[in-house]
């Protein structure tokens, strides 16, 4: 199985600072077409998880564009210009470029 | 709207089975590729199974390969999760979730359903 290894697993933020997390893997994510098979989820308190990121940069529906994801091949990363309160979760990274889908240990976003 | 509902969930004693269905509404089910992925409580998110639009490719986690089979009903617009032989180790929220079409990401994903083993 491929290993999805995310740091940090705790990220306190102050609300308008940036924030970073970041997500490898032991094989590359790069798939033959070009693409990075990686997404970004965030799960709220009481909620399920919500996409964030799909193909490592591509922004889903209606996230804000606060949200970036960049990287290639094994290591990616998850940035927030400015959090919000609203931003408070678990961030998960997933690869789907084997069949057997494998997520990262989340990072949990705290407002300080 | 586009959603998925789970169902199904519940208690049940080491070493017995349960269905769990997911019921999707407002988008073409029969050619989208279903998911379902759970979480153990307090824990993090564990991927189960997959299960294609069309072919025999199915999927497992090899936590849950052998005991676990993923079905579906077109007729219905269901998914489901036959779960034998569960133990302890199985209690967690399973949701079911939509990959998005060409995207290689989950973009719809259910309630969840709590399965306790116990």
């Known amino acids: 199985d491929v290993l999805m290894t995310q740091s940090p697993l705790s990220l306190p933020v102050t609300p308008g600072e940036p924030a970073s997390i970041s997500c490898r893997s032991n094989?590359?994510?790069?798939?033959?077409?070009?693409?990075?098979?990686l997404d970004w989820y965030v799960q709220k308190p009481g909620q399920s998880p919500q996409l964030l990121i799909y193909l490592g940069s591509n922004r889903a529906s209606g996230v804000p564009d606060r949200f970036s994801g960049s990287g290639s091949g094994t290591d990616f990363t998850l940035k927030i210009s400015r959090v919000e309160a609203e931003d408070v979760g678990v961030y998960y990274c997933m690869q789907a470029v084997r069949a057997l889908i494998t997520f990262g240990q989340g990072t949990r976003l705290e407002i300080k | 709207q586009v959603q998925l509902v789970e169902s199904g969930g519940g208690v049940v004693q080491p070493g017995r089975s349960l269905r769990l269905s997911c019921a999707a509404s407002?988008?073409?089910?029969?050619?989208?590729?279903m998911h379902w992925v759970r979480q153990a409580p307090g824990k993090g998110l564990e991927w189960v199974a997959v299960?294609?639009?069309?072919?025999?490719?199915?999927y497992y986690a090899d936590s849950v390969k052998g005991r676990f089979t993923i079905s579906r009903d077109t007729s219905k617009n269901t998914l489901y999760l036959q779960m034998n032989s569960l133990r302890v180790d199985d209690t967690a929220v399973y949701y079911c979730?939509?990959?998005?079409?060409?995207?290689?990401?989950?973009?719809?994903w259910g309630q969840g359903t709590l399965v306790t083993v116990s």
């Open positions: 094989e590359s994510l790069l798939f033959s077409n070009g693409n990075n098979y």
């Open positions: 407002e988008f073409t089910f029969s050619t989208s590729v």
């Open positions: 979730a939509r990959e998005g079409t060409g995207i290689h990401a989950l973009d719809i």
């Open positions: 299960m294609p639009s069309d072919g025999p490719n199915k």
